[in-house]
């Protein structure tokens, strides 16, 4: 058995994701030794389908089955976490529901991260014209149909759709944490990828450092002063379980999503053109936006639904998602085993996203109306504020804290990056006068 690697640090992040990268990267550029453990490598954006397959791992890994009812849910093992393929739409912490929780996301941290990362709706030329035609369409059945601020920079290049769900080059136009993480280890962190976080070293509740295990099996020891755990909605109540904090993951969300495709007469942009970046969010928790993609994420959906001929109407098409907050409800098991079964709210709350979404293909002409399967892809509320983590973000374990969207305290239903990094930030500002 090989010896174990030790190392010190002010601070461990597990997890680059949103909330590991803030967290490290703040915490870096304030002169803080930060040593950062990711499980996953470190997988070059390419905008091709392969690299969608690297970021999750595959079947088991990334893309999981909730059982009993076996719905997909995907997320990336990876540096960058799943922003790696996520739509980079950007949405506003709902301030008043952290607010209950004594967690103050003041508007000058909100504008500090909005206009550090040039958070804003996309301009109109580069939006596509499958979105156009489903915003107009949208308005004129009398939707507050609007544009949706995206983590985009349109003035580094034009944003396509293959750059959102396999990852965008370097230097291109969507932000992702990836950005942020090496950012960090280029101003001195330490970034181990292919480093399996397995548990807390703690004495008498007081956390002191984690132990890993490298690519090959190889023990690793990381002192800290602090550790943050920053492992995902699904990763971190595992880690907190190992640790003996069992109460986490008994409950979450997981913001289950459906896709529904119409086609004109017609070509559009949908093979090519940026998605989600229009929009409506309801009262009761439902999100409806555009949604094109490239090829092959079509095909599955219409080979899924047994639809074979509309694999060769994808040059014609239109799409739209509807997104819900579903009610907390399941488990994340110890080895990383997801239960969760939909209630009848959450199935109410996605046939009425899909009924929208008709009206809205219909009233465009569209025809062939295809209705997707069920999916989820925002794992969060595991490790929520109140219960698991205190407003600080500090479990009963002193200097161990989470910060990612496990977090987030109650149903949620929203694109969580922004509200990720922000608790990340407000996090780094503590640690900085701490450690
Ligand atoms: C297809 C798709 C589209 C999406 N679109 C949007 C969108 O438009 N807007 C939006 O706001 N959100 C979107 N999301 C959701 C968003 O990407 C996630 O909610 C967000 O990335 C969660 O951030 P996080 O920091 O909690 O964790 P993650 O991003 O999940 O990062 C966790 C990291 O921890 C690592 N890790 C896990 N376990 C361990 C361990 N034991 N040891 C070491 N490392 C570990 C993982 O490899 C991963 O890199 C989308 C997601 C997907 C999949």
């Known amino acids: 058995m090989s010896e174990t690697k030790k190392l010190e640090a002010d601070v461990v992040v597990v997890g680059t994701g949103p909330g590991g990268s803030t967290v490290a990267r703040d915490l870096t550029l304030q002169g803080k030794k930060v040593i950062i453990l990711e499980r996953g490598a ?25 059982q009993p009812d076996g719905l997909t849910m995907i997320r990336c093992l990876t540096v ?29 941290l909100l504008d500090e991260v909005k206009t550090e990362l040039k958070v804003a709706p996309l301009p109109d030329e580069s939006i596509g014209s499958a979105a156009k035609a489903i915003m107009k369409s949208a308005q004129d059945l009398g939707f507050d149909w609007q544009k949706l601020n995206k983590f985009v ?31 960090a280890k280029n101003k001195g962190a330490t970034l181990l990828t292919n480093t399996y976080v397995e548990e807390i070293i703690a004495e008498h509740k007081i956390a002191t450092g984690v132990l890993a295990k490298g690519k090959n099996g190889e023990p690793i020891e990381v002192n800290a002063n602090a550790v943050v755990i920053s492992a995902g909605g699904v990763g971190s109540p595992v ?41 409506i969010h309801t009262d009761d928790g439902i999100m409806v936006t555009d949604m094109s993609m490239p090829w092959t994420m079509h095909a599955n959906y219409a080979v899924g639904s047994k639809k074979y ?32 079964r939909l209630t009848s ?22 025809k062939d109306i295809l209705f997707g399967g069920y999916g989820a892809a925002h794992p969060g509320g595991t490790c929520g504020i109140g219960s698991i983590v205190d407003s600080n973000l500090e479990t009963e374990f002193k200097n161990l804290f989470v910060a990612d969207a496990s977090v987030i305290p109650e149903q949620w239903g929203l694109p969580p990056v922004l509200t990720v990094i922000c608790l990340g930030r407000r996090l780094s500002k503590l640690l900085a006068q701490r450690v």
């Open 239 to 279: 880690i907190l379980q190992k640790t003996g904090i069992y109460e986490a993951g008994q409950s979450f969300f997981f913001d289950p999503f459906c896709m529904t495709f119409g086609y004109l007469d017609e070509p559009t942009d949908f093979l090519t053109e940026p998605p989600m970046v229009t929009g």
């Open 309 to 340: 001929f509309n694999v060769f109407r994808t040059k014609r098409a239109v799409g739209i998602m509807t997104k819900i907050s579903d009610d907390l409800e399941g488990s994340i098991g110890i080895r990383e085993n997801i239960t969760k």
């Open 153 to 183: 920079d349109p003035s580094k290049g034009k944003p396509l759709a293959k750059n959102f769900f396999f990852g965008c080059e370097e230097g291109g136009p969507k932000w992702q944490a990836r950005e942020w993480a090496l950012d």
């Open 345 to 366: 709210d959450d199935h109410y709350k996605l046939e009425k996203g899909r009924a929208i979404s008709r009206k809205i293909l219909r009233n465009l002409g569209a």
């Open 80 to 108: 960058g976490g799943s922003t790696m393929m996520y739509t980079a739409t950007a949405f506003d912490p709902d301030v008043e529901k952290f607010k209950k929780y004594n967690v103050d996301l003041s508007p000058e």
């Open 42 to 66: 470190d997988n070059k954006p390419t905008g091709r389908p392969t690299a969608a397959v690297k970021f999750t791992g595959g079947p088991g890994k990334g893309m999981m089955k909730a």
